[in-house]
């Protein structure tokens, strides 16, 4: 089963319900791997606390041409559409932060003169939090493009058990690429006026990604009911409320697992996991 | 003209709240919003829409099922995962291929090797952007179409309208709100910029995102300066992130308290400041000042 925690707005709470979600259900014996998709601000390990047992870079192709072969004809350049390579006049540019590693401009060459060598933008860390699996996507600071990082990550998905995704902010590419094939995905919101209007913008990509969703409404109390009212009317299931309340902002500034320190919280966890299992059985 | 950008690594320290505030403080500025898809400074600025124009991302590829011979040739070269079989075929052909649009990059790989020609390419709207008046000044804002491409070009796009208009009306000030992260967005609003603001908040998820922020600043040579929002949640990882900030040469324009005032604020469709003058609002008032003054001068 995969869960994607994901929101419109950032800061709503997707990573304490993630990782606490992950560990409550790891201590009932449940298979977890937890797969940090939030790889421009990837903080699920902070909260796991990891031993990691291997890194592996993600890289694109880029281009690499041989001066030699290239006649300067143009086409690699006329064919790009990210502008990442350019013939002027006796020189071929390449601007490989630019490019998004299509491979076009290779089999547009008719000399055979561009090579594709591989750029690394990121990397993929794996290990363990106790028996929890631990996956994690890092974009290297400076690189625009988070998706092959988020496909990287997600080669690491298992085939059996509880897969429990945390994607970024958003409602963008690197977004889509997180929920697509979830079997649920849990949009995580708080009840104010950027949080619901924000959740409005995620209900509309999810729903454009036609994967199954519901609500996890975090800080119950610190804005109106708008959140509620919206949920009710467009007739998504509200899966979990968590209410305002400082001790769990303190417990998660330090980076703890709310789970262990404030009674109910675990109780809270297990609940949302039958809620999530009757929803993508539904 | 100088241009401020607010910024965080992480999400939901602030920002938005952070900028509408200034645009209150602020004055001879245009702000624009460069949060493109989850844009919320509109929510308490109430613009006036006087123009509006539609953006286009990216082409995105589609087959054409009736000259699709299902080869899978397209599949095979396409590195964005967008082309998939599908069951329903065509006279010839039990089964055809077809384009994820939300998936596709639109680079045109496909169209390249498919030996039946049966892919075209079609110019996809994915979004808008817009040009505003409100009781703060002129505002540039934009909306990318949830599950939208290419939001760098969108922030450009905005950045670029936003420099305009200051220049048509004389204006000397930009203050632009960004998105979270350190990719694609942030890195096309901070190119050129004068000044990020960064808005963290003391836990160690903000810290290692500053961090990471703080890389970016310095990847791009722009320089950057701290504010602390809910300071006292945890004063002593405050201290750290203080330090932390001290020691790389970044200055610390301020700490601003815990306060429901935020929420409420927000409630009401008002700045901090604009809801009264207690604690919050103050130390916001001490930022902008502290922010304007490493906007104008130098180091």
Not at chain 1, 228 to 240: E, G, T
Request: contains cysteine.
């Amino acid at each position: 089963m995969r869960i994607v925690f994901a929101s419109g707005k950032g800061g709503t709470g997707k990573t304490i319900l993630a990782t606490n979600l992950a560990s409550v259900l790891a201590d009932q014996d449940h298979a977890v791997t937890y797969l940090d998709c939030d790889v421009e601000a990837p903080n699920g390990h902070i909260f796991l606390k990891p031993v990691i047992a291997s890194r592996e870079p993600v890289a694109i192709l880029v281009p690499e041409v041989d001066e030699v072969r290239c006649t300067r004809c143009g086409r690699c350049g006329d064919f790009c559409p990210s502008h990442a390579i350019v013939c002027l006049g006796n020189a071929v540019l390449t601007f490989p932060e630019l490019c998004h590693g299509c491979g076009g401009c290779a089999l547009v060459c008719p000399e055979k003169a561009i090579r594709e060598t591989p750029r690394t933008i990121g990397e993929v860390a794996r290990g363990a939090s106790g028996s929890i699996r631990f996956v994690e996507g890092r974009l290297q600071i400076g690189q625009p493009m988070s998706p092959p990082i988020i496909r990287a990550v997600k080669r690491h998905l298992p085939r059996t058990g509880i897969a429990i995704l945390d994607a970024p902010p958003g409602t963008a590419c690197p977004m889509v690429e997180t929920v697509r094939d979830a079997d649920i995905v849990l949009l995580v919101t708080e009840p104010t006026v950027f949080g619901l209007h924000d959740l409005t913008l995620a209900v509309e990509a999810v729903r454009k990604v036609g994967v199954p969703f519901a609500v996890a409404l975090n800080r119950v109390g610190s804005g109106g009911d708008g959140v509620q009212r919206y949920c009710a009317h467009a007739n998504i299931p509200v899966l979990l409320q968590v209410p305002e309340d400082r001790r769990i902002a303190e417990v998660y500034s330090r980076g703890d697992l709310v789970a262990q320190h404030i009674p109910g919280f675990d109780g809270r966890m297990t609940d949302l996991f039958a809620r999530l299992r009757a929803a993508v059985r539904s | 003209m100088k241009e401020l950008v607010v910024l965080s690594g992480k999400g939901g320290t602030g920002k938005t709240s952070l900028v509408a505030a200034f645009a209150a403080l602020a004055e001879r500025k245009v702000l624009a919003d460069c949060d493109v898809d989850a844009a919320d400074l509109h929510l308490i600025l109430r613009p006036k829409i006087l123009r509006v124009e539609a953006f286009e991302g990216r082409r995105r590829a589609r087959i054409v099922a009736d000259r699709c011979t299902a080869c899978g040739v397209c599949a095979e070269y396409c590195r964005s995962g967008a082309i998939a079989c599908h069951p329903s075929g065509n006279e010839a052909v039990a089964k055809t291929y077809r384009v994820d649009p939300l998936a596709c990059e639109g680079c045109g790989v496909c169209g390249l090797v498919c030996p039946s020609r049966a892919v075209e390419f079609g110019s996809g709207r994915d979004g808008g952007w817009y040009l505003s008046e409100t009781r703060h000044g002129p505002m540039v804002h934009a909306r990318l179409d949830p599950g939208g491409e290419n939001s760098g070009k969108l922030v450009t796009l905005v950045r670029k309208r936003a420099r305009e208009l200051a220049e048509e009306r004389h204006l000397d000030l930009l203050v632009v709100d960004g998105s979270p992260g350190i990719g694609c967005p942030v890195i096309a609003s901070v190119a050129g910029t004068d000044l990020i603001l960064g808005v963290a908040e003391p836990t160690l998820s903000s810290q290692h995102d500053l961090g990471r922020l703080a890389g970016l600043a310095a990847h791009f040579r722009i320089r950057m300066v701290v504010c602390l929002n809910r300071a006292d949640l945890n004063p002593e990882i405050a201290s750290t992130v203080e330090r932390w900030c001290r020691a790389r040469g970044i200055r610390v324009v301020g700490r601003i308290p815990y306060d429901p005032v935020f929420d409420r604020a927000q409630m009401q469709r008002k700045s901090v400041v604009e809801v009264g003058d207690g604690p919050a609002a103050r130390a916001l008032r001490d930022v902008w000042q502290a922010t304007l003054a490493a906007l104008e001068t130098p180091e």
